[in-house]
């Protein structure tokens, strides 16, 4: 009975490490966001972007000449007013300021509504290209090797050049 014991307990020891072996799980590694910012739409989303964002400067700055140069001669020629005309004129400058706060505002969340409604679309791509390609590879996990997101160690298969493939570039 005690062989018997043995005999089983050391098989069981035997057979153990196999199981451990065949079920671990194929983990393969890609960074998205390099995938992203590589992909020809993302290029061509970010020039857009980026010309927006010169117009609203562009903008932006010719308004707040325009304020300096009504401040300057608002200023010089304030001797030469009434009080009332000067508190107008203070009052209109002080508008224009607000205007100039509340548009440069907006810009900034015109180009962040903007750059999420381009990014969007262009992150549903690339995760079911990267689904497609690490299914097709018999891939059970991928995990994302991005800067910053928690993989120390990445040493399992790269999908980076296979969905890049998958992705037509």
């Given amino acids: 009975m005690k062989n018997l014991i043995q005999i089983i307990t050391s098989a069981l020891l035997l057979i153990a490490p196999l199981q451990v072996a065949n079920s671990q799980s194929k983990v393969a590694h890609i960074d998205v966001q390099k995938l992203i ?7 061509s989303a970010q ?14 700055q010719n308004t707040v000449k325009e304020l300096q140069v009504k401040q300057q001669t608002y200023s010089a020629d304030a001797a030469n ?20 706060q509340k548009f440069e505002q907006t810009a900034a969340q015109d180009l962040q509504k903007k750059q999420q409604d381009m990014l969007s679309p262009l992150i549903d791509k690339a995760k079911a290209a990267i689904e497609k390609v690490g299914s097709a590879q018999g891939f ?11 993989v ?16 037509g570039f």
């Fill in 37 to 43: 910012s590589e992909m020809p739409e993302f290029i």
């Fill in 47 to 60: 020039k857009e972007l980026e010309k927006l964002q010169k117009t609203y400067t562009t903008d932006i």
């Fill in 81 to 100: 007013q009434t009080d009332i005309t000067n508190q107008a004129r203070a009052e209109e400058i002080q508008a224009m300021t607000q205007n100039i």
């Fill in 140 to 150: 059970e996990y991928v995990i994302d090797s991005s800067p910053n997101f928690g």
């Fill in 152 to 167: 120390i160690m990445a040493k399992g298969k790269d999908l980076m050049a296979d969905v890049k493939i998958e992705l």
